[in-house]
């Protein structure tokens, strides 16, 4: 894997000293860090393409999968390569399919809660006759439309396959190797403060879930939270140990981001009272923020990756 994966130590002190001074510069920079890299993937698969190309596109929870795959389309397309994005979440099987973990719930993180079948039909059918019909998963009714949506290839023509799945070798095996590209993207880079780790690559990826969720899915901190360990458990069974096969690897840590998430966390964080399970994680989470000095959300572009969690 790309030597990127083991990120950057942002210092904290650095950080607000740079967001005090020039807060629009510090912005700029890592939004433009973070879209050169995008534009260094794109080059690679551009030139290195086969027919019918299939980009694996993984990474856990919150580590903006769908931003990044749209950029990357965008991208690919500004070179002359057509490009498309499908979800693995679109051959979810639905509501009372999922295998059951030993406590009777339902585990939605398992590739078995895929149409795996499904999907490698699809894959197939695109490689080999550059058309096939997808399914579109529907979160509202927890499952599958009875409307299908058709897609078709060119010849030279590119599919990026979004999912924290992507990687799992059930998929990549009904593929031929010369027809893939994997990329690998994550909050990879964590912040330091007195030389302690402050905020590690896990909390900033649960910060913007809990935003998220709050924002766009109506879930409070507390579902976020019951549903936190399940995710992890995921990304360790399912996604982690497949990692290493990267060809491309994308950090999506902004070194500004606490600084526009403390003024949106902290109200929410406040809430929490002393009696419930996560009020020692609301804790950690408020100390950890508070540290950051504030910028306005006003200050983060319209196109900011982490508007898929700020709104």
């Given at each position: 894997m790309n030597s990127i994966v083991n990120g950057r130590i942002?210092?904290?002190?650095?950080?607000?000293?740079q967001a005090t001074a020039d807060p629009i510069s510090l912005i700029r920079q890592e939004e433009t860090r973070y879209q050169t890299e995008i534009e260094q993937v794109a080059d690679r698969i551009h030139d290195e393409r086969t027919n019918r190309h299939i980009v694996l596109?993984?990474?856990?929870?919150?580590?903006g999968k769908t931003t990044t795959a749209s950029r990357l389309e965008k991208e690919l397309e500004a070179r002359g390569t057509a490009a498309h994005v499908v979800s693995l979440d679109d051959f979810y099987l639905g509501e009372g399919k999922a295998p059951l973990l030993p406590d009777g719930s339902p585990d939605y993180?398992?590739?078995?809660?895929?149409?795996?079948?499904?999907l490698?039909?699809?894959?197939?059918?695109l490689v080999r006759d550059g058309k096939t019909s997808l399914p579109v998963f529907d979160f509202v009714t927890h499952g599958p439309l009875p409307e299908?949506?058709?897609l078709v290839l060119e010849e030279d023509a590119a599919v990026i396959l979004e999912g924290?799945?992507?990687?799992?070798?059930?998929?990549?095996?009904c593929l031929p190797p010369e027809n893939i590209t994997r990329l690998f993207i994550n909050a990879l880079s964590r912040f330091e403060k007195d030389g302690e780790t402050w905020l590690k690559r896990r909390d900033m990826r649960l910060i913007r879930r809990i935003l998220r969720d709050e924002?766009?899915?109506?879930?409070?901190?507390?579902?976020?939270?019951?549903?936190?360990?399940?995710?992890?458990?995921?990304?360790?069974?399912?996604?982690?140990?497949?990692?290493?096969?990267?060809?491309?690897v994308i950090?999506?840590?902004?070194?500004?981001?606490?600084?526009?998430?403390?003024?949106?966390?902290?109200?929410?964080?406040?809430?929490?009272?002393?009696?419930?399970?996560?009020?020692?994680?609301?804790?950690?989470?408020?100390?950890?923020?508070?540290?950051?000095?504030?910028?306005?959300?006003?200050?983060?572009?319209?196109?900011?990756?982490?508007?898929e969690f700020t709104g």
């Open positions: 942002l210092s904290v002190s650095s950080v607000c000293a596109l993984t990474g856990p929870s919150s580590a993180e398992t590739i078995d809660a895929l149409d795996v079948d499904r490698m039909t699809c894959l197939q059918e299908e949506r058709m924290i799945h992507a990687f799992n070798p059930k998929i990549s095996a924002q766009f899915r109506g879930s409070p901190f507390a579902n976020t939270m019951k549903m936190w360990p399940q995710v992890v458990r995921g990304e360790e069974l399912y996604l982690f140990p497949y990692a290493d096969a990267a060809d491309c950090d999506t840590t902004f070194a500004f981001e606490p600084c526009i998430i403390k003024s949106l966390l902290l109200p929410r964080l406040a809430k929490v009272e002393r009696n419930t399970p996560d009020y020692d994680t609301a804790r950690y989470l408020i100390e950890r923020l508070s540290v950051f000095c504030d910028l306005p959300l006003s200050l983060l572009p319209a196109d900011s990756m982490l508007r």
